[in-house]
């Protein structure tokens, strides 16, 4: 919470988006806190006391439903109650217009007690705020309101079996009829929170091809497609047939259906929006939804991080390297450096990442706030930034939460203690919502391109401001000319890579788009953990509002020359890969792997 | 097994053992090769049909007694029919006299299939060694004849609650009597096989404190705690209770017990060998058990590798980068270039893990057979080898298995995959028999200095032999001449930490001693990639006897050729961080972290 609250009001200043017109009715930091603390209060008391029942007692698939654990019931009631759901909608549609920062500070503490029940609430507040942009009045008027209230799920549904990750080969089809609703066809899988017991209709965003739509991404719509039809104050069966329930190496708790539409009756799905624009339309869904996943994976890799360091400061062990009395006590293994180093190491990535997080949410409020040339600066940060805050929270949590158990030795390959759950849950999250590969071809084939490189140039402007300011205060400036130096490399190594680009070489240019998106994510971590560093620096010296301890200061900075001596240094390495010319990915003519 | 037979007879020609006296009785390849198929036998047979069931249905402990799965009787029985627990003992003994490495090949193959259930029989084998080597004849006579016969199951008890990983602090005590046996009593954890329904007695490996010993490891005993004593051709109890079994995240069909001693009534144990030596003895099976994990976590990453690269070459999706056209089939996703990196990155570090592994128990053989100057040479590679052949299969098959799972996308998180048991599994590993920063402490702190750096030399000097092979040869020079430089920031790396272990500094010199594993284990695989190299190009340019398919051959070329693109760069980073004189993980006065 120290961390939190040092995140959304020191270094991000999320309090500056108040004097927008937008925010104003919100009273100023003490009503923030408050509803930050009545989140955090569900979350002890309804969800965190689950977690490990969620798992141990996972959705089951039986008869032609997906059981799922009944708290779940009570979880959605407390957050409804609370007005979660209804947080980020306008005042006009009956929600309370916040930021999508503070929603999404509440879910992050959803996420680290409960990050499978979160998950329920966080789709539904997607798929209705995708209503709510581009549906109809009577569309918004049909769902919206049971969703508001957590008695219907809104769900996401892209994934089919024979398309996975390509998009452009889904096959679910869409029949217009003589009615306002389409008849719809086809199979989707992997449906979070697709089907359970807690509520009692779904709402999927079903993404389908009209007929004679043309091929390729550009074919797609979007409709809602209800398991039941609200008529009359009743709700008639609209043939969504749930076939089955995905069981899971984590997230047990959360149900992952396979649905078939059209096969026991018509199932009607409604547009929404214009025909053929449904995945520009999913895309506000989706990029909201990456900024998500990276944000859970942090906090995940958060819960772990506690977890370890609360182990390592009780456990006695050993004695101290440079002191083997055997006639003294163990002591504790906190005190040894290799200890050190891998709670370090996860304090470094999980803070990292929560800064870069709340970076980017930042940015999400202010684009729908700000206008012109500002409005179209917070478009393009978001677009280079949200494939890495995807991925580096995922990608660096799986890592982090693999040290934290760890730490703990054979204890914490055990059920008895919380660390094995995290391992399996966090696993999830560089597959979700575009695997980790598909990022990286997203960030370096599309969003550095994008308007002749307009967002990567804004990106690292932002960086040479904070790299500027950390110049200026004694403490930091060694450090701020380290990153200023690996920034250089950065661009000769991207400039390196371009010319492929301009040569055509489309295959060469992307074929390490992964490593290209590894050093993005250190660069872009080394700029958070300088703000951060700034803010507490200045902390430290009195210069600033003391809003926390010094020992909080201190373990930021610490944390911060930690990055920048383990992990920062990893940059030279992918550079060199990048920069070598032998190509061994990419596939030779009769060439086998055995 | 392609691969196998290229690591024994091409790579390591493990033919040149059966030279020596001690093996002159085996045939030659064509006898060892019968042996080995009948392993695989055993393990398509009786073992990998179990994988996911042991998994499924795991071990449990309920009224005082684990429950095993009911194969596992049957894998016993196998097993022993073959006569693989008596393979590396003395014809004199009763045993085959099989070099270990043979032995270690067989159960490559049984780890790979099930490596839960291989677990009970080489900890058993490792025990009964351990009494060959050191027990008196009385005690051979007592036990090793019903473990040779899989009734028996042998177990190495050592952790206790309150010590962990630090040996010097056991205190399960041993009082003598004036019979042939001491008192025992105390408590052990994370008995590994240390109960079960396949075995009708078990002999316990165990480490307690005569009354009056030393303090610290030099005062610690090896016991042979059975749970019944063998008397008169009865079974009599031992009062050995076993109070519980730790449910773990993977290998769940591994029993994993607490044992409590001497609580219930007397519990007798028979003195290995002479008093306090007990670690010292332990030691012999602890090694072999460092190598047989560092092989089985290579063995989990292989089937894991083998797994997704079917999956790869099978599942159609998406479009080649650079043909777009909508209008064609989806290509097998092995096509994509990032996919083809991860398997490359899977087939690097297994099979250069393996091929450590083959190096070292060639050298645990060699040890055997030789005299003198080359004894002690042998001797010394395996003191600086053995930490490093543990804990880079672990350390890098974690992440190997990770890849694996990735390739799967969604579907490699879920159950209906073998990838995530797989991932569960392995995560162990690095935790086994010392934990990975166990073992760096081992490398750098132990064998490092061990006689005045001579085995660090001897190393060296092997890594330089096969880079002067290399060298001879066009298609490899380059790659030689880019592992000497290596070699030389190596040595260069080293020598600045040794400054601070010549200051007394000895925190300082160890406190990133996983660093320095790190980098070790880079080097040491990028060593052994160009000894397989070696021998492959020497078969594609015709110049060796053609064993394989030029496809085998042209195969290891392209992934040596990934490793030293993608992998062996990472020196450089590790390098820089060990140089550099920023201490952030030693604590210092009044440091907290939060």
Chains 1, 2 share one sequence.
């Not at 996943?293 to 390297?321: C, D």
């Not at 940015?363 to 805050?389: A, C, S």
Request: include cysteine.
């Amino acid at each position: 919470m120290e961390n939190l609250r040092f995140l959304l009001y020191e270094v991000h200043t999320i309090q500056d988006l108040l004097k927008y017109k937008r925010f104003e009715h919100i009273g100023g930091i003490e009503e923030i806190n408050l509803l930050i603390n009545a989140a955090k209060d569900i979350a002890d008391k309804e969800m965190y006391p689950f977690f490990k029942a969620m798992d141990a007692n996972p959705v089951v698939y039986k008869e032609g439903k997906i059981h799922s654990h009944p708290q779940l019931k009570n979880i959605f009631k407390a957050v409804a109650d609370a007005g979660w759901f209804s947080s980020t909608a306008a005042l006009e549609h009956g929600g309370m217009q916040l930021p999508f920062t503070l929603y999404s500070a509440a879910h992050l503490i959803f996420e680290a007690a409960n990050s499978s029940a979160q998950g329920y609430l966080g789709v539904s507040t997607g798929a209705l705020e995708l209503i709510e942009s581009f549906g109809s009045t009577a569309l918004n008027e049909m769902f919206v309101p049971n969703m508001f209230a957590g008695k219907w799920q809104g769900t996401m549904a892209l994934t089919e079996p024979q398309a996975g990750s390509s998009l452009s080969d889904i096959t679910s089809s869409a029949h217009p009829t003589t009615n306002d609703y389409y008849e719809i066809v086809g199979q989707k899988i992997f449906i979070s929170a697709g089907e359970h017991e807690a509520c009692e209709n779904f709402v999927h965003l079903t993404l389908a091809r009209i007929k004679g739509a043309p091929a390729g991404t550009k074919g797609i719509s979007l409709f809602i497609v209800p398991k039941f039809i609200p008529e009359n104050g009743e709700l008639l069966d609209n043939h969504v047939i749930c076939a089955g329930d995905f069981q899971k190496l984590g997230q047990r708790g959360y149900a992952t259906a396979h649905l078939i539409f059209g096969e026991s009756g018509i199932t009607k799905g409604f547009l929404v929006g214009e025909a053929n624009k449904g995945l520009s339309y999913m895309f506000q869904m989706m990029n909201a939804a990456r900024i998500s996943v990276g944000q859970t994976a942090a906090a995940i890799a958060s819960a772990a991080y506690y977890s370890s360091l609360y182990y390592a400061n009780e456990r006695p062990q050993g004695r101290h390297i440079a002191d083997k009395d055997l006639a003294k006590e163990q002591t504790l293994i906190i005190n040894h450096a290799d200890v050190r180093r891998m709670l370090l190491q996860q304090k470094s990535f999980v803070e990292g990442s929560l800064s870069l997080v709340y970076e980017c949410l930042k940015y999400v409020d202010l684009e729908k706030v700000t206008e012109g040339e500002e409005k179209e600066k917070m478009y393009l940060l978001l677009e280079i930034l949200t494939p890495i805050v995807k991925t580096y929270p995922s990608d660096a949590g799986i890592l982090s939460v693999s040290n934290a158990l760890q730490v703990l030795g054979g204890y914490g390959f055990t059920m008895d203690f919380d660390l094995q759950q995290y391992y399996r849950d966090i696993r999830i999250m560089s597959i979700y919502e575009g695997t980790s590969g598909i990022q990286s071809l997203d960030l370096l084939g599309r969003k550095i391109p994008m308007q002749n490189g307009k967002a990567f140039q804004l990106l690292i402007t932002e960086m040479m401001k904070t790299i500027f300011m950390a110049k200026e205060m004694d403490e930091l400036k060694s450090y701020a000319e380290i990153l200023a130096a690996v920034i250089a490399t950065y661009k000769t190594t991207l400039h390196h890579l371009l010319q492929f680009a301009k040569q055509g070489e489309v295959e060469k240019y992307l074929a390490d788009a992964s490593l290209f998106m590894e050093l993005s994510g250190i660069v872009t971590l080394a700029w958070q953990w300088i703000k951060q560093a700034i803010v507490a620096q200045r902390a430290l010296s009195g210069g600033g509002a003391e809003k926390q301890s010094t020992a909080f200061y201190e373990s930021k900075m610490e944390t911060m020359k930690y990055f920048f001596k383990y992990e920062l240094p990893k940059n030279i390495a992918i550079s060199n890969t990048l920069m070598n010319p032998e190509m061994v990915t990419i596939k030779k003519k009769m060439e086998v792997l055995m």
